[in-house]
Structures are given as structure tokens and as C-alpha cells.
């Protein structure tokens, strides 16, 4: 988590930010991270029990998560040298052709449960498959299996409106809009197999995030380049400018979906034991808020980006596994 520099006109130009318009935007912040973590939580929960092929869930195994960090670390140098290398504009130019169409598939996703609600019933809705396949008799492999309907193509139109602004105007809310669908899909559809790989991801990613931050300048640099919705953003100086504000802070969308689906593992764990309580999924949710709040009041003090990594991971480990010690469920949690 850091403080991102303004994207229009450089540091010195800008008057400090006041108290009340910090309080404001990381306590947006707070509530923008905690609301895909709990929503997507709940969906990962039917998502699992899906038998339509387009939300099957892909699941993270032990092996994955122990290459996960040396991916992202190889993916940020990569990203930095590009940077470094060619010109910023282009290369954020590209990327955001590339996140105009994930936002708008994954915002179309997000609000579809939602937007049913609102379809009389009489609307004239019907069904499509996207089918692509390889071979054919049978050694046909189904390659692309996706299914939707009249609904879905309405909230792929609204979702398209999003993107159009984004593209255009590269908008601070727009880019939430589409940080925050890109964070509920990743805690929904990303499944840990077990909470042993979640421990090995978290773990792996806690040394990746604090050598990032603190042994280089290189995830500060990337992510202040970076024109892209891999963070959900929220001006320090809204009281003083308005919608047009561009002193941001800032909370890259990993701080989210790495917590946030083990949080959902937990979840998925209390309904399997038939208790008909929540105590390991509210527990680490608990624990998420105090992790985020404990990274933002050390930023402050030391004033420092820090790798918010390295709060919430032993909070959202270690809460749940001291409950889960207290309870004598230790067996059953790592089972």
C-alpha cells in the first residue's frame, strides 16, 4: 500500500493534503477493499457448487501457490523494465486497451446477479452458448464453453458505458468501478484447494511484497506508472477539488484478492463443518481490518509506502488459527 503521487502536474505543485481529506480517502479505501472480500466470499460460496462451466471456479493447488511470487516478481521486473526501457504512454496505451476489455467482461460478471432483480418478468429473454472445441468424433475437446443469456448482454452494454469512460477519460471512479469488479471476481472464481496452500501462498507473497517495497523502489515505481485498474484509488484533496482531485492514495488490488481468498476458504470451511456459525470467516475478516488499519497508521508514522502484505498476512493467519486452537478445530482446518 502507498501513496501515489498526483497524475496531473508534479508533487511540488501540490498543497498537502489536510487531515480530513486523508481520514476520508483511506477510510474509503478501508470500505472499497472490504466490500469485494465479503461479497465475493458469499459468491465463492455458490460458485463452488456451480455446474455451469462459464463459473466453475479455478483452484489453486499447493504447487501453484509456491510459483505464484517468483511469476509476480518475474512479471513486476518485467513491467519495471518496460517502464524504464520504452515509452510510458505506449505502453499505457496498450495496456489499456487490454484492461478496457477484462473491466468491461469483468464488471458485466459483477453486476448480473444484481441487475436480474430489476428485469420484469416478462422480459424476452433468451439463452446463448459460446462454444469453441478442438478435433472432432471422439477426440473433441471442449476449448470454450460459455453460457448466457438476453440478461446478460443488457449488463455487458451498461458495463461498456464504463469502459468507454475509463478508456477516455482514465477517471478515478471509472478505474474503481472496474478495480473493484476485478477484485470480486478474483475472490469469487479463485478457490484455495486447502488452507496448507493458502498458508503457502500468503507466506510466499508476504516475503514478495516486504523485498518489493522496502529492498527496491521497483512496486512503488510500477504502480505510480502504471496507468492501469490494478488499484483502487481515492483523492486526498476530494474536499478541496471535488471530482476533479488528483492527490491519490492508493491500495494495489493483490492487498485484496491474496487475503480475500483465503478469507473465503474460511468461509467455505464454516459451512462444511454444519455448525450454522460464520466464526473463522467473520474472525478473518476482523483480522483483514485490523491488518489494513495497522499498515496505514505505520505508513503514517514512519512516512513510508509500506507492503500491506506484511500486516495482513500474520493477521489473517494468525487469528483464525488461534480460534481454531482455542476450539480444538486445529485437524479439522488443515485437513
Same mark, same amino acid.
Given at each position: 500500500? @502507498?501513496?501515489?503521487?498526483?497524475?496531473?502536474?508534479?508533487?511540488?505543485?501540490?498543497?498537502?493534503?489536510?487531515?480530513?481529506?486523508?481520514?476520508?480517502?483511506?477510510?474509503?479505501?478501508?470500505?472499497?477493499?472490504?466490500?469485494?472480500?465479503?461479497?465475493? @466470499?458469499?459468491?465463492?460460496?455458490?460458485?463452488?457448487?456451480?455446474?455451469?462451466?462459464?463459473?466453475?471456479?479455478?483452484?489453486?493447488t499447493?504447487?501453484?501457490?509456491?510459483?505464484?511470487?517468483?511469476?509476480?516478481?518475474?512479471?513486476?521486473? &518485467?513491467?519495471?523494465?518496460?517502464f524504464?526501457?520504452?515509452s510510458?504512454?505506449?505502453?499505457?496505451?496498450?495496456?489499456?486497451?487490454?484492461?478496457?476489455?477484462?473491466?468491461?467482461?469483468?464488471?458485466?460478471?459483477?453486476?448480473?446477479?444484481?441487475?436480474?432483480?430489476?428485469?420484469?418478468?416478462?422480459?424476452?429473454?433468451?439463452?446463448?452458448?459460446?462454444?469453441?472445441?478442438?478435433?472432432?468424433?471422439?477426440?473433441?475437446?471442449?476449448?470454450?464453453?460459455?453460457?448466457?443469456?438476453?440478461?446478460?448482454?443488457?449488463?455487458? @452494454?451498461?458495463?461498456?458505458?464504463?469502459?468507454?469512460?475509463?478508456?477516455?477519460?482514465?477517471?478515478?471512479?471509472?478505474?474503481?468501478?472496474?478495480?473493484?469488479?476485478?477484485?470480486?471476481? &478474483?475472490?469469487?472464481?479463485?478457490?484455495?484447494?486447502?488452507?496448507?496452500?493458502?498458508?503457502?501462498?500468503?507466506?510466499?507473497?508476504?516475503?514478495?511484497?516486504?523485498?518489493?517495497?522496502?529492498?527496491?523502489?521497483?512496486?512503488?515505481?510500477?504502480?505510480?506508472?502504471?496507468?492501469?485498474?490494478?488499484?483502487?484509488?481515492?483523492?486526498?484533496?476530494?474536499?478541496?477539488? &471535488?471530482?476533479?482531485?488528483?492527490?491519490?492514495?492508493?491500495?494495489?488490488?493483490?492487498?485484496?484478492?491474496?487475503?480475500?481468498?483465503?478469507?473465503?476458504?474460511?468461509?467455505?470451511?464454516?459451512?462444511?463443518?454444519?455448525?450454522?456459525?460464520?466464526t473463522?470467516f467473520?474472525?478473518?475478516?476482523?483480522?483483514?481490518i485490523?491488518?489494513?488499519?495497522?499498515?496505514?497508521?505505520?505508513?503514517?508514522?514512519?512516512?513510508?509506502?509500506?507492503?500491506?502484505?506484511?500486516?495482513?498476512?500474520?493477521?489473517?493467519?494468525?487469528?483464525?488459527l488461534?480460534?481454531?486452537?482455542?476450539?480444538?478445530?486445529?485437524?479439522?482446518?488443515?485437513?
Open positions: 500500500m @502507498a501513496e501515489a503521487a498526483a497524475h496531473n502536474g508534479s508533487a511540488a505543485a501540490r498543497a498537502p493534503a489536510t487531515a480530513e481529506g486523508m481520514a476520508l480517502a483511506y477510510g474509503s479505501l478501508v470500505l472499497m477493499a472490504l466490500l469485494p472480500i465479503f461479497f465475493g @466470499a458469499l459468491r465463492s460460496v455458490s460458485c463452488a457448487k456451480s455446474k455451469n462451466s462459464s463459473e466453475m471456479p479455478e483452484t489453486i499447493s504447487r501453484d501457490a509456491a510459483r505464484f511470487p517468483i511469476v509476480a516478481s518475474c512479471t513486476l521486473l &518485467g513491467l519495471y523494465l518496460f524504464k526501457i520504452f510510458q504512454e505506449y505502453i499505457n496505451l496498450l495496456l489499456s486497451m487490454y484492461f478496457f476489455v477484462l473491466g468491461i467482461l469483468a464488471l458485466s460478471h459483477t453486476i448480473s446477479p444484481m441487475m436480474n432483480r430489476f428485469f420484469p418478468a416478462n422480459f424476452p429473454n433468451k439463452q446463448y452458448q459460446l462454444l469453441f472445441t478442438q478435433g472432432s468424433g471422439e477426440t473433441k475437446e471442449e476449448i470454450v464453453n460459455y453460457e448466457f443469456d438476453t440478461k446478460d448482454l443488457v449488463c455487458l @452494454a451498461m458495463s461498456s458505458v464504463v469502459g468507454v469512460w475509463y478508456l477516455l477519460r482514465k477517471h478515478w471512479i471509472a478505474n474503481n468501478l472496474f478495480g473493484l469488479a476485478f477484485s470480486l471476481n &478474483g475472490v469469487e472464481l479463485l478457490h484455495l484447494n486447502n488452507v496448507s496452500t493458502g498458508c503457502i501462498l500468503l507466506g510466499g507473497l508476504f516475503i514478495y511484497d516486504v523485498f518489493w517495497v522496502f529492498g527496491t523502489n521497483v512496486m512503488v515505481t510500477v504502480a505510480k506508472s502504471f496507468e492501469a485498474p490494478i488499484k483502487l484509488v481515492f483523492p486526498q484533496d476530494l474536499l478541496e477539488k &471535488g471530482l476533479e482531485a488528483d492527490n491519490f492514495a492508493m491500495l494495489g488490488l493483490g492487498d485484496i484478492v491474496i487475503p480475500g481468498i483465503f478469507i473465503a476458504l474460511l468461509l467455505r470451511f464454516d459451512i462444511s463443518l454444519k455448525k450454522n456459525t460464520h473463522y467473520y474472525t478473518s475478516f476482523v483480522a483483514y485490523f491488518g489494513l488499519g495497522l499498515t496505514i497508521f505505520i505508513m503514517h508514522i514512519f512516512k513510508h509506502a509500506q507492503p500491506a502484505l506484511l500486516y495482513l498476512v500474520p493477521a489473517c493467519i494468525g487469528f483464525p488461534l480460534v481454531a486452537l482455542a476450539k480444538g478445530e486445529v485437524t479439522e482446518m488443515f485437513r
